[in-house]
């Protein structure tokens, strides 16, 4: 899948993008290690991002989730992700919210744009009724960023994943398809 943007191209990948993510996370793996589960020297092997790369085209094309990466329209590296995962269908219509900016392209509203566009896609091709988003209350700048994009906090929860080697509260934030209610 593709989707473009004033300034970004959202795009899944293929196996060979390996080396490209592999440089995103390298890029950025002090920057992500807060807010990421702990990470294995295992997670940095090119053939662990092959594999990832894969699984996430078969869930694809199983509308399971839906990981696109963003780049930089005049830009070859990868400097940012989304995804929508955890994609229920049926009566339920509704997924999981997850992303990420490398850390040199923070305050453009790189996010913003990208997260405008796959909500789009989301609700309009997809046909969901829910985007579900759980962020860490520290978590100022995505808290801001969810909120801009018209989120509601539905509550929160306790030792809700664990992060950085701790379990860690999340508060939960939900987006609805208003044209469906």
Do not use: C
């Not at 993510?21 to 990470?39: E, G, K, S, T």
């Not at 520290?138 to 808290?143: E, H, I, K, M």
């Amino acid at each position: 899948m593709r989707v473009e943007t004033d300034r970004l191209i959202l795009r899944s990948l293929e196996p060979e993008d390996a080396p490209l993510v592999r440089d995103f996370y390298l890029r950025n793996r002090a920057f992500f290690a807060p807010w990421d589960p702990a990470r294995d020297e295992a997670f940095f092997e090119l053939a662990s991002f092959a594999d990832s790369i894969a699984r996430e085209r078969e869930e694809l094309v199983q509308r399971r989730s839906l990981k696109l990466y963003l780049f930089e329209k005049d830009g070859d590296a990868i400097v940012g992700y989304l995804g929508l995962s955890n994609i229920v269908l049926g009566p339920f219509l509704s997924a999981f919210l997850g992303y990420k900016l490398d850390e040199a392209r923070r305050g453009r509203g790189y996010m913003t744009e990208a997260l405008r566009a796959a909500i789009g896609v989301a609700f309009r091709d997809y046909g969901l009724h829910r985007i579900e988003a759980n962020i860490m209350p520290r978590n100022a700048p995505s808290v801001r960023l969810v909120l801009r994009l018209g989120f509601e906090r539905e509550g929160g929860s306790p030792k809700y994943l664990r992060i950085a080697g701790a379990w860690e509260d999340h508060d939960h934030y939900v987006l609805r398809n208003r044209d469906m209610e």
